[in-house]
């Protein structure tokens, strides 16, 4: 595992994802409650990028901008099938920076 | 909460923030055709088209059956079924087709209920201001927009007349129609008037999931959901409209006509391609009493009913279903015979529209050959105008 800085927490927008490029993945961020998630940026129903997704549920749900597939956003799991699962990723808090593990 | 560290990040790889394209790139290096796009003007451009006394009377579009939506589009009150966006302009969907990496496309008109609208004249008129509206100002603005014409299928000599006053346009490629909401199956006698005009034209039928609500049907009046209107209700119906065309003789009186599906799924098509096969070979003989062959005094069909769908049907892709198990995919494909009959379409801008990554990334089922006619190859046989 490697770790990546991502920046500085306050520069990530509450509630909005963005995508980031660590080595050879893509990986959605998303701030929301005043934690740090990251999942796999490619929906696996179809490829969306869910870095355009929604988060609903209290911030708790990342909904897929293709299909509205919504994924439980601390364990990845869709919400009506957890067999169906995005990779999740560790991030830790440095200070004021957020570090991807991947 | 995340987990803490305290050991300096200053010495730490970035990762790189970007944009990522969803859009396969090899998509970006094919021809892809899409064969199902709404296009949705303002209805205060619609209007503006409208013969009198329409145009002083509709001031809204007249919606003749429930508004049902998917759950996104609860969410974003007003959109509609739209919930990718509105294409409203000829400009706005030449960026569309380069978000998704589309060369060409074929719209198909957003107000897509009109044969639900228990009035002709209103249907007819409607048809005739978006297909002015296409011609007026969309076509102009670039080869790469195709559409489907719009006609009142609902009343066979207002659609034929229609097709005759529009239908020399050249980037008219077909002539839409739905399968979900007229009462006698497409397949019927009583609308050879559309097909005689449109034998003049050489248009493709479009037939297309409408309404959602198979008004005729008290089955689906008892349904409920979401999934079982537009989830199921579809493939029931496509396969009717498909099989009254064949063994009504539609494609007997009209051999060139060329048909294409869309929205009614494909998983059917080697289970009604086998059963009606079987069924004639048993049980042929109430076909001498349709009113084709009636008039042709003939009393058998020309072909095996599952040749039809061969040399006249097509299917366009969305939305596409994809077994897990790879081998099922690849059977069900092969089953289907995909890699001739199945035309590649989105959907955009509707709920369960498919961008083209599927046809590219599923090489094990869909070799490269295969995945050039989806994307254009079997589009560009099927429309003799493009």
New interface residues.
């Given amino acids: 595992m490697k770790e990546y800085l991502l920046g500085k927490i306050a520069d990530l927008p509450e509630g909005k994802g963005r995508a980031f490029v660590a080595g050879n993945k893509t990986v959605a961020v998303f701030r929301s409650n005043g934690k740090i998630y990251a999942v796999a940026n490619r929906c696996i129903h179809k490829g969306a990028s869910l870095c355009d997704g929604v988060l609903s549920n209290d911030g708790k749900v990342l909904r897929c901008p293709w299909h509205n597939w919504p994924f439980d956003l601390e364990t990845g799991g869709h919400c009506l099938d957890p067999s169906e699962r995005l990779r999740t990723y560790q991030v830790k808090i440095d200070g004021d920076a957020a570090i991807l593990c991947v | 909460?995340?987990?803490?560290?305290?050991?300096?990040?200053a010495e730490?790889?970035?990762?790189?923030?970007?944009?990522?394209?969803?859009i396969?790139p090899r998509i970006r290096t094919m021809e892809v055709i899409d064969t199902d796009f709404h296009f949705t003007p303002p209805w205060d451009t619609i209007r503006g088209y409208l013969k009198e006394p329409f145009k002083s009377l509709l001031f809204h579009f007249p919606v003749g059956g429930l508004e049902y939506n998917?759950?996104?589009a609860n969410?974003k009150p007003g959109v509609g079924q739209d919930t990718?966006g509105t294409a409203a302009t000829g400009a706005d969907v030449i960026a569309i087709l380069d978000q998704f990496g589309t060369d060409i496309v074929v719209l198909n008109p957003g107000y897509n209920r009109p044969q639900s609208i228990f009035n002709e004249p209103v249907i007819a008129a409607i048809a005739a201001a978006h297909n002015d509206y296409l011609i007026e100002e969309v076509f102009p603005v670039s080869d790469r927009i195709k559409a489907n014409l719009m006609i009142c299928h609902r009343d066979p000599q207002m659609g034929a007349d229609e097709i005759r006053r529009v239908g020399h346009h050249r980037q008219f490629v077909g002539v839409y129609s739905s399968f979900s909401s007229l009462y006698e199956p497409l397949g019927n006698a009583k609308y050879d008037p559309i097909l005689d005009a449109m034998r003049d034209f050489d248009l493709v039928l479009t037939a297309h999931s409408e309404g959602f609500f198979p008004h005729f049907s008290p089955l689906w009046t008892g349904a409920r959901t979401w999934i079982e209107l537009f989830g199921n209700a579809p493939a029931g119906n496509a396969m009717a409209h498909l099989a009254a065309m064949i063994v009504q003789g539609m494609f007997d009186k009209y051999p060139a006509q060329k048909v294409i599906f869309q929205e009614g799924g494909y998983w059917w098509i080697p289970d009604l391609m086998l059963r009606l096969d079987d069924f004639y070979l048993g049980a042929a003989g109430d076909i001498a009493l349709v009113e084709r062959k009636l008039a042709a005094g003939e009393r058998k069909l020309h072909k095996m009913p599952s040749q039809y769908i061969l040399d006249n049907v097509r299917f366009s892709t969305q939305p596409i279903t994809m077994p897990k198990n790879r081998k099922h995919f690849a059977w069900l494909l092969e089953l289907c015979h995909a890699a001739d009959l199945f035309c590649f379409s989105s959907d955009w801008p509707h709920?369960?529209?498919?961008?083209a990554?599927?046809v590219v990334?599923n090489p094990d089922c869909i070799p490269e050959d295969m995945q050039r006619k989806l994307l254009s190859g079997n589009a560009r046989k099927l429309y003799a105008r493009l």
């Fill in positions: 909460m995340n987990e803490s560290r305290h050991t300096g990040y730490l790889e970035r990762a790189e923030a970007i944009k990522p394209d969803p396969d998917p759950e996104p969410e990718h709920q369960t529209m498919d961008p990554n599927w990334e």
